[in-house]
């Protein structure tokens, strides 16, 4: 007889986790992995005694769920999914409903909701942060797909999902198709901001000033009882608190300064290219990573290449204060940026998102969890249609404060050489979107110049375009591939 409430394919630290979420939530679930012994140990080892079903293959699986079957696939992004659901395909019947909850690019959950939908499935794609630990005790989990799937689901989720202090799960229905993996991926893409942020303020701590990881651990904590409140720099305080048990020395310091990515930061970046919105931070927090990889080429630099040979001789705990502040300011912008993205991707995708929900999805449960994101639900709850988090009352008034404190840091850091391209490429970002007039108008007239794109006028309507014959010998045929 079918008992299972949800059945979920791939028993990896992730999926085993929301496995025992679900079952401390009183729901059933029927797991099935392809190497099937990780089944029974699972079954054998932490779900002994919980209202969890394994099974050997996906018949087994499906016949052990209700109808409509709910089937969750957490595996490896890509072609694995695809796999998957082809072999799922010929034992499913309509209106039953797949569930994609790895970090899989949005353009192919677009592409397998619509495949689905013709075939009678219901598709849902769906982002879920958190790590390991909000997996098993609330992660934040952005659905989106086939709406019809959502009452289906909604149940389960949100019973799964962390909550607010108010007891809102930090889950919601964010849009069709590629809507959930979109807000997902721009979660991601804000978290290699923060984090590379957070490594920048460590490396100015460091560098600048010499303090020692435990002694930074303080600074750290005493800075997450206050505005800057999240788990990267909780869990940073600890980090740098960490003792190597074999050497004595600090963990960091033993820590090899290369660091991987799994794509979603890239995909960010990528799809912020296409759609023209400027996330500065966030890409080039992609490319430190980057940068960071070429760790041979840098020490072979470093013995050639030289900066600067200045020294800090300032007041070491008002330089402590600015680049709290600076922090800050870089991650309001980090942030706007990525709503600024998200803006844009509604309009080219066809999405209708709710911005402040998505806020609240993500004040607890994951990555980026922090105590500013009330604000930013706060703003788009005053003005649903707001350009930018810049402009709201709160982050203006925030940046206003911080912003001396900012420029002091990222001059310190360009005379001292040490690299912060994060904090200042969003003060970039915040100087070049306060500017009334930036220098693009010379950047149009070369295009002009050289490729006849026409440009715009000041003293004219926007929308009329011209062409100037700059060396006479241009005639006057202009190019219509301007696009303003």
């Known amino acids: ?26 729901f059933t679930v029927a797991v099935y992995n392809r190497t099937t012994a990780r089944v029974d140990d699972f079954i054998g080892g932490r779900a002994q005694g919980k209202s969890i079903i394994g099974t050997h293959s996906p018949e087994e699986l499906l016949a052990q769920l209700k109808r409509p079957r709910r089937v969750m696939l957490m595996v490896q992004a890509g072609a694995a999914v695809d796999r998957v659901i082809e072999s799922l395909l010929p034992l499913l019947q309509e209106g039953d409903i797949l569930i994609d909850g790895g970090n899989s690019n949005f353009q192919d959950t677009v ?10 499935l219901l598709y849902i ?24 799937a959502w ?29 959930g993996h979109y807000v997902k991926m721009v979660h991601n893409g804000i978290e290699y901001g923060d984090m590379q942020m957070i490594a920048e303020s460590y490396a100015l701590l460091r560098q600048v000033l010499g303090i020692e990881p435990q002694a930074m651990s303080e600074i750290f904590k005493n800075w997450n009882a206050g505005e800057l409140d999240s788990y990267l720099i909780e ?22 300064d290369t660091a991987g990515q ?55 705990e008002a330089f402590v204060e600015d680049v709290r502040q600076a922090l800050y300011a870089a991650k309001i912008c980090s942030y706007a940026q990525g709503y600024q993205l998200l803006h844009l991707a509604a309009v080219e995708y066809g999405w209708d998102l709710n911005y402040g929900s998505i806020a609240l999805m993500w004040r607890g449960g994951c990555i980026i969890r922090a105590q500013f994101l009330g604000r930013i639900k706060e703003a788009f ?41 994060t904090f200042s490429s969003a003060l970039a970002y915040y100087d070049g979107y306060r500017s009334e007039r930036l220098p693009a108008n010379l950047l149009q007239a070369q295009r ?9 006028r000041i003293d004219k309507p926007r929308g009329e375009f011209f062409h100037t014959n700059w060396t006479g010998r241009g005639g006057t045929t202009a190019s219509t591939s301007y696009n303003a």
Not at 128 to 144: D, K, R, Y
Not at 448 to 456: L, N, R
């Open 1 to 26: 007889m079918s008992q299972a409430d949800i059945g979920l394919i791939g028993l990896a630290v992730m999926g085993e986790n929301l496995v025992l979420n679900m079952a401390n939530h009183g």
């Open 111 to 120: 592409r397998r909701t619509r495949e689905l939908t013709a075939k009678g």
């Open 125 to 148: 794609g769906t982002g879920v942060s958190g790590g390991e630990e909000g997996a098993l005790t609330g992660p934040s989990i952005m659905p989106g797909g086939n709406p019809a």
């Open 151 to 179: 009452p289906h689901v909604k149940d389960i989720f949100q019973a799964i999902a962390a909550k607010v202090d108010d007891g809102s799960p930090c889950c919601d229905w964010v849009g069709e198709d590629g809507a």
């Open 235 to 256: 869990i940073t305080g600890d980090i740098l608190a960490k003792t190597d048990e074999e050497t004595g020395r600090p963990m960091v310091d033993l820590i090899l």
């Open 262 to 316: 799994k794509g979603t930061g890239k995909w960010t970046g990528i799809d912020s290219l296409q759609l023209g919105a400027p996330v500065t931070a966030i890409t080039e927090a992609v490319f430190a990573r980057a940068l960071s990889f070429l760790k041979d080429e840098r020490v072979a630099a470093a013995k050639v290449l030289k900066g600067p040979d200045a020294t800090f001789d300032g007041d070491r």
């Open 381 to 421: 709850d005053a003005d649903p249609t707001l350009a930018n988090l810049l402009l709201a009352p709160y982050f203006s008034e925030q940046i206003e404060n911080a912003q001396a404190a900012w420029r002091r840091i990222v001059a310190t850091a360009v005379t001292l050489g040490v690299p912060v391209p």
């Open 448 to 456: 002009d110049y050289f490729g006849a794109h026409t440009y715009e």
